[in-house]
């Protein structure tokens, strides 16, 4: 073929990159790798990742002996078959990661002597980790990552691998089982072991690793003091992350270097460590860490501090802010909400003009929300909820174009909510909820593009990742809402929801229609104000709610028909209002409780128990064909529909009398039909007496 006559005058070709970067015209390759690969005798270096092959490996690849380069990641190739790689001796570097490989490890690696990385991270690989791995004494960096693998690890599966700098095991159910006094062969630069078998106890081999850069063993199952060596050997590290375990320990008097801290979700007590000037992110959130905050902020006046995430959330921090926020003018991120923290909002805090996330829920600060803020023009998410904030909500953080989270619920804010408020077209959670709020709810929420589904993002803007040369997790805003009574905590999913709470406030007048144009809301809550009027009729529009709460206002008027369209409600509360007429008939608003619509006298048909009368029947089915334009339910559809079955009977009796054929076929059906039922009657009868 012409496809073999290519490869033969390519037979001197040394190297091969058809990767998706550099394919021809962008084209990506796709189906298996052909057999006739074999004929390239003489190449050290084939590149094919990123592209979309698939299929098992083909034993071809196993004749290119001088090959020292074999990278096909990110494809979809499945089992990896065992024959090709044992003639591959010269193989220096074998990736197949992010792939669909299944089964277990092919024991023929154990013939790649001179290996020094194999990658086979991202995949659905099971069975243990074999002990052929530990024989390869030039490996230099093992990624064995994200797979299914399981079982346990023992000294014997590290006896040769003296050169080992990168060991790459997160995402397994493998389990490390040394001794307490296991000196390791290889001194290690990245240790990624997080979600894999550690604890209970701290591992105490790494005290004897002096070249660690990078260390991470988040849910690694440990629950054990720290030991004090410990702090003093993360001098050197530069990313550091022992996040949710149950270690335990008093962070009082420690001093952290790395670039890169995440101690959240442990046992960790005392008051805040220091810090020098290289850190960038520094999380220490759900531990017992007590004291103020003010020593940790003011210690460095005169240092450069390169601090972008700062987290101390759900701690027992107390006392005020400070007034040293000018020293920390690098933060993007900071989060200290769950704490005792009281006082005012300092008026410092409008240096952080790189600020994108300020999370100060669940405190005790009073006063008004200072007017520097609004130096801080580029956030996109503010939290101050569940404090003791009052005066009125101040226009400028109305202005602020990129805010996509404002939630200032549970406070003591007065006012108005002005139109201006429309301009927040990012805004995706909106809960001003428990307040004092007055007026009316403005009525060009339509401009609110997000919300009304005219602006779709994928990528989740509420993240922030750091680390150059290291793929480290994203860092993710994390919040509590109340969509449907119950509080839930949205983080990895937060991105999917759209929300309006307004609830609990002194708000008057009607329900904007405008509202009804917002169809990617998913959730609203309106309940205890004093709205009237009535419910808008096309609120049916919203196609994706989810829940629904106009309870406890001065709501009249009939519920519209096309609320019944909204196959997506799962919680709906009418209750407490002056709505009337019959309930629409529909399986999504029948299938709700009698308590969605109690204390509304007037309204009846299920699920309430009162019945309709003959009125309210006449008053709910003109209400029905003309305030919502449905043609079913007015007397023109009944009038139709008895015009349609006179004529249909009495066309097929005109047939059956003037045409001989079928009047003789329908009545032998007739007498066939009546002789079945007289035997199966006479048979139960017979069943029936034998019984007896």
Known sequence: ???????????????????????????????????????????????????????????????????????????????????????????????????????????????????????????????????????????????LSSNLLEGSIKESNFVKLLKLKELRLSWTNLFLSVNSGWVPPFQLEYVLLSSFGIGPKFPEWLKRQSSVKVLTMSKAGMADLVPSWFWNWTLQIEFLDLSNNLLSGDLSNIFLNSSVINLSSNLFKGTLPSVSANVEVLNVANNSISGTISPFLCGKENATNKLSVLDFSNNVLYGDLGHCWVHWQALVHLNLGSNNLSGVIPNSMGYLSQLESLLLDDNRFSGYIPSTLQNCSIMKFIDMGNNQLSDAIPDWMWEMQYLMVLRLRSNNFNGSITQKICQLSSLIVLDLGNNSLSGSIPNCLKDMKTMAGEDDFFANPLSYSYGSDFSYNHYKETLVLVPKGDELEYRDNLILVRMIDLSSNKLSGAIPSEISKLSALRFLNLSRNHLSGGIPNDMGKMK?????????????????????DLSFLSVLNLSYNNLSGRIPTSTQLQSFEELSYTGNPELCGPPVTKNCTDKEELTESASVGHGDGNFFGTSEFYIGMGVGFAAGFWGFCSVVFFNRTWRRAYFHYLDHLRDLIYVIIVLKVRRLHGKL
């Open 544 to 564: 994706l709610l989810e829940s629904l709460d106009l309870s406890l206002n001065n709501i009249s008027g009939q519920i519209p028909q096309s609320l019944s």
């Open 1 to 143: 073929t012409s496809q073999a006559r290519r490869l033969n005058k390519g037979k001197r070709l040394v190297g091969l990159d058809l990767t998706a970067d550099f394919g021809v015209c962008g084209w990506l390759l796709q189906g298996q790798i052909p057999q006739i690969i074999s004929s390239l005798q003489n190449i050290k270096n084939l590149d094919l990742q990123n592209n979309q092959l698939s299929g098992p490996l083909p034993d071809s690849l196993g004749q290119l002996k001088h090959l020292e380069v074999l990278n096909l990641s990110n494809n979809t190739f499945t089992c990896p078959s065992p024959s090709p790689f044992a003639n591959l001796s010269s193989l220096r570097t074998l990736n197949l990661a992010h792939n669909r490989l299944n089964g277990t490890i092919p024991k023929s690696f154990e013939f790649l002597r001179n290996l020094q990385v194999l990658n086979l991270g991202t995949n659905s690989l099971t069975g243990d980790m074999p002990v052929t791995l530990g024989t390869l004494s030039n490996l230099v960096m093992l990624d």
